[in-house]
């Protein structure tokens, strides 16, 4: 149940289809917009294809619904398939059930990709058998079951909604890591406890041997959310002082720390997990430096969609009010009053691309006040405007505090139409 443009859809099936399973694909996007997604799949002669809509007939009687992490939270249809007893899995949470490796799961508001990678780099600078899942892109997760043999890693980067397979099946990881927990996804959440509920499957089944590092603010909103026992070792990590450029700003400092103290828990020594957190090149779309154009320098901060995960790339970058700000998209319901407040502490300049959440802050950006805005109606005119905007020894930061839905196909494809024309400029 949803196969998706980024891939991961497309790898679960396979692996699916090779295993011989009588497969159903069904997604409410058309065949005209899964175009590639499905070219992928030709040549399997057992499966069907339902696409532009559900069929409650296709959730019963099946073996189990493999479910995407981008199904609502109340579907009518896998309501459907626990009515009659079928069996709902989610691919994460498959592995983890299926596999005899160590589970690490990452989440959080912010932070979890750069820690899921943090970690996946300072095991295999150790050459440890570790294997990278979860909501990664490009990466299907059922297919790493072929490699994944007893004593392996798994690090997994799990969202919300990929947690919801986790506590479906009452299991949580060996080794959990949550980063942070702010407002986000209140356009799919009732609310911040129906939220919360989702994200603290990564510890609510874990066992005595099994371990729950956290950084303080998410030890706080577990403290503030959550009531039920915790049966781990819980760890609160501090910020670990680290040099590398690509993990700028306090909060990377965090960051690192969960990595460090994961990799401690799984036999490491501290030099060479200092020595391996060096040389790591940071996530694209995560506070990422790209190039520098006459003296400016220009960061990828792509996966930005909250604005607390703005806020925390403009204090990581602010040099008296050097930063040339590109923001907006399409509204998750977020509370922006805090980031409009920032704005004026670490801009000169700020430019607006369309989209419903920018409507919102429109009039609330432009009463500011010693901040030049601009507002563009496309992605090159906005690169072009925040150059005009930009002197030697200022910073470009692309952090859009909004979702990418309506102007682009997904965050994916906005963060490479902004990468593609950044590195094309003379």
């Known amino acids: 149940m949803g196969l998706g443009l980024l891939g991961r859809g497309v790898g679960d099936s396979r692996f699916l289809a090779e295993c011989g399973a009588k497969l159903i694909i069904t997604d409410r996007k058309n065949s005209e917009e899964l175009a590639t997604s499905v070219r992928e799949l030709e040549g399997f002669n057992n499966i069907t294809f339902v696409l532009g809509e559900h069929r409650k007939e296709d959730f019963i009687d099946r073996d189990f619904i493999l479910k995407a992490a981008s199904v609502p939270l109340h ?38 990709s750069t820690v899921t990678q943090l970690i996946y780099h300072v095991l295999q600078k150790q050459k440890r058998p570790v294997h990278l899942a979860g909501n990664v892109r490009g990466i299907a997760t059922l297919p790493i079951l072929k490699e994944v043999t007893e004593g392996d890693i798994v690090v997994m980067e799990l969202d919300s909604w990929q947690l919801q397979g986790f506590g479906t099946s009452h299991q949580s990881p060996h080794i959990s890591v949550f980063t942070a927990f702010f407002p986000d996804h209140l356009d799919y959440y009732k609310d911040m406890q129906t939220y919360f509920n989702d994200k603290a499957n990564i510890f609510k089944y874990q066992k005595s041997t099994d371990i729950l590092v956290m950084s303080p603010q998410a030890r706080i909103a577990i403290d503030t959310y959550y009531q039920g026992p915790i049966n781990s070792e819980k760890i609160v990590i501090d910020p ?21 103290e994961v990799a401690k828990q799984l036999g490491m020594e501290q030099k060479d997990i200092l020595e391996a957190i060096d040389t790591f090149e940071g996530v694209e779309g995560r506070l990422q430096f790209v190039r520098n154009i006459k003296g400016v320098s220009i960061y990828n901060d792509n996966n930005a969609t909250t604005p607390d995960a703005t806020i925390a790339g403009l204090k990581a970058l602010s040099r008296d009010r050097s930063i040339v700000l590109i923001i907006g998209g399409s509204d998750k319901g977020l509370d922006m009053s805090e980031l409009v407040s920032e704005i004026p502490k670490h801009c000169k300049g700020i430019v607006l691309f369309e989209g419903k959440g920018t409507e919102r802050i429109r009039s609330q950006i432009h009463a500011l006040d010693g901040v030049v805005v601009k507002e563009s109606v496309d992605l090159e005119q906005t690169i072009q405007y925040a150059l005009s905007m930009a002197q030697e020894g200022d910073v470009i930061l692309y952090s859009p505090a909004f979702a990418s839905f309506g102007a682009f196909k997904n965050e994916y494809d906005r963060n490479d139409q902004f990468l593609n024309i950044i590195n094309t400029l003379a």
């Open 75 to 112: 579907s009518e249809f896998i309501a459907t398939a626990e009515e009659h007893h079928v069996p709902v899995e989610m691919s994460a949470s498959l592995v983890a059930k299926l596999s005899r490796a160590t589970i690490v799961g990452v989440t959080g508001t912010r932070g979890k």
């Open 240 to 260: 670990l002082p680290i040099h590398n450029r690509q993990l700028s700003g306090v909060h990377n400092k965090y960051n690192a720390a969960c990595a460090f």
